[in-house]
């Protein structure tokens, strides 16, 4: 037989059987559209799933994450914390920021500005760089003459960020009524979310300097006479967040060893974590279950394809067509299978991921959702379920990799 071609042809080869297997698949279009559809109402429900899983769980695994008071550890009662036992703690690779905190009768002091015309008591917070509660890349008191207020009180002094105000202390020392008076420089608001009641964030110097005026020490930084203040100072509780959730539970344990009473969110981050665990291996089962038998299902009709046009695959090897170049015609239908499953599934996971989240708004908070999968999910569910094409093609091209030349001269 010539094997001199028309100029007009394809090549012998890969792609010739590229064009003979899109040929033959266009041409058993209801067959072709079966495996479409087969392969679509198997993927379109397992991405549906996830993207519940992900906008659901990942919803509230984001919230744990991104509300820094979930990883805090609340000191109860009160306790004796030296020096020491804040550097021992600080060293810990599941701490993410400790701090100090003097008594909470102590950490109060009177604001006044020119353009309110109260004067508010407002509660005070030691705080330092990597302070949790305060957004990153603000400013952070560094030292005694700046303070970050919360919303609250910034409203009803009716201030702005660099104005002045007046802090002021009341002690009886000695038989004696004292008032003193300090500048301080507004550097920032804290949000609600961040303090709710009227307070402010204030260095560990100051903090520590308003105890020692109420307690009657002198403070010769400020000026304030009183009685020596003692030289090993002793902290009665802390404010403690962990590194991340994950680390809240292990914390905890290793306080409550040392015979710390201490109060986290521990049990909410574990049942969202159980949650999130549970649907993930609810997930991967379903999805394992439908990546085999849509494997199987897909290899099987392929295999009896192949069987069916034994004698057209026969003929093509006796035209000069090699046994790799045959092996390529049932994968090549089995790729064009899987390319169109996908785009089916995910239109279909679309239309139902925009009626759910339309239904189920109204009960969301804002930039919520509840069904969401990201431009990353669909990209590994196509190689997914390309793979999984690839798979079932084997039994295929397996097949057509035994058939002889000489089956289709027994038809002729």
């Given at each position: 037989?010539?094997t ?8 012998t080869?890969?792609?010739h059987?590229f064009?003979l297997?899109?040929?033959d698949?266009a041409h058993?279009w209801?067959?072709?559209g ?8 198997v993927?379109a ?9 992900f ?5 509230m ?7 820094p008071?979930n990883?805090e550890?609340?000191?109860?009662g009160?306790?004796?914390y030296?020096?020491?036992w ?6 810990r ?5 400790i701090?100090p905190r003097t008594r ?10 020119e353009?309110?015309p109260r004067?508010?008591?407002?509660e005070l917070i030691?705080?330092?760089k ?7 890349g603000?400013?952070?008191p ?7 207020l919360?919303e609250?009180?910034t409203?009803?002094l009716?201030?702005?960020v660099?104005?002045?105000i007046d ?8 038989g004696?009524h ?5 500048d ?8 609600h979310?961040a ?7 204030v ?7 308003i105890?020692?005026f ?7 930084a400020f ?5 020596t203040a ?8 802390f404010?403690?967040?962990a590194?991340s959730?994950?680390?809240v539970a292990?914390?905890?344990d290793d306080?409550i060893?040392q ?8 049990v909410?981050?574990e ?7 549970n649907f993930t291996?609810?997930?991967w089962?379903?999805?394992i ?17 192949v069987e069916?046009k ?19 015609f049932?994968v090549?239908q089995?790729?064009?299978t ?7 599934a995910?239109a279909?996971y679309?239309g139902v ?6 239904m189920l ?5 804002a930039g919520?959702v509840?069904c969401?999968l990201?431009a990353?999910h669909?990209?590994i ?8 094409a690839i798979?079932?093609?084997a039994?295929?091209g ?6 002889e ?8």
């Amino acid at each position: 037989m010539s094997t001199q071609r028309s100029s007009g042809q394809p090549p012998t080869g890969l792609v010739h059987i590229f064009w003979l297997a899109s040929r033959d698949y266009a041409h058993e279009w209801v067959m072709s559209g079966c495996f479409v559809l087969a392969l679509a109402a198997v993927l379109a429900p397992m991405m549906v799933l996830f993207g519940l899983k992900f906008g659901i769980v990942g919803s509230m695994i984001g919230q744990l994450v991104e509300e820094p008071r979930n990883r805090e550890i609340r000191s109860i009662g009160s306790g004796h914390y030296d020096a020491a036992w804040f550097e021992s703690v600080a060293k810990r690779p599941s701490v993410g920021f400790i701090i100090p905190r003097t008594r909470n009768i102590a950490a109060t002091i009177q604001l006044r500005s020119e353009s309110a015309p109260r004067i508010i008591s407002v509660e005070l917070i030691p705080t330092a760089k990597g302070e949790p509660l305060l957004p990153a890349g603000k400013a952070v008191p560094t030292n005694a003459g700046q303070i970050v207020l919360s919303e609250s009180a910034t409203r009803k002094l009716n201030i702005k960020v660099g104005d002045v105000i007046d802090g002021s202390l009341v002690r009886r020392f000695q038989g004696k009524h004292e008032r003193v008076h300090m500048d301080l420089t507004l550097i920032g608001t804290a949000s609600h979310a961040a303090f709710s009641r009227d307070g402010g964030f204030v260095s560990l110097g100051l903090i520590t300097a308003i105890e020692d005026f109420h307690d009657g020490h002198a403070v010769p930084a400020f000026g304030w006479s009183g009685d020596t203040a003692p030289t090993a100072r002793i902290f009665p509780s802390f404010r403690l967040f962990a590194r991340s959730i994950d680390d809240v539970a292990t914390l905890r344990d290793d306080l409550i060893t040392q015979g710390l009473d201490v109060r986290t969110r521990a049990v909410d981050i574990e049942t969202v974590q159980a949650i999130d665990r549970n649907f993930t291996a609810v997930f991967w089962i379903i999805a394992i279950i439908g990546f085999i038998g849509f494997s199987f299902s897909l290899g099987a009709s392929l295999w009896a394809n192949v069987e069916r046009k034994r004698r057209e695959l026969s003929v093509l090897r006796l035209v000069g067509f090699r046994t790799g170049d045959i092996v390529w015609f049932p994968v090549l239908q089995a790729l064009f299978t899987a390319s169109l499953g996908w785009i089916l599934a995910s239109a279909i996971y679309i239309g139902v991921e925009q009626t759910i989240n339309h239904m189920l708004m109204p009960q969301l908070q804002a930039g919520q959702v509840v069904c969401r999968l990201l431009a990353e999910h669909f990209l590994i569910t196509a190689g997914l379920t390309l793979f999984a094409a690839i798979s079932a093609a084997a039994l295929g091209g397996y097949r057509s990799a035994r058939i002889e030349p000489s089956e289709g001269l027994r038809d002729l």
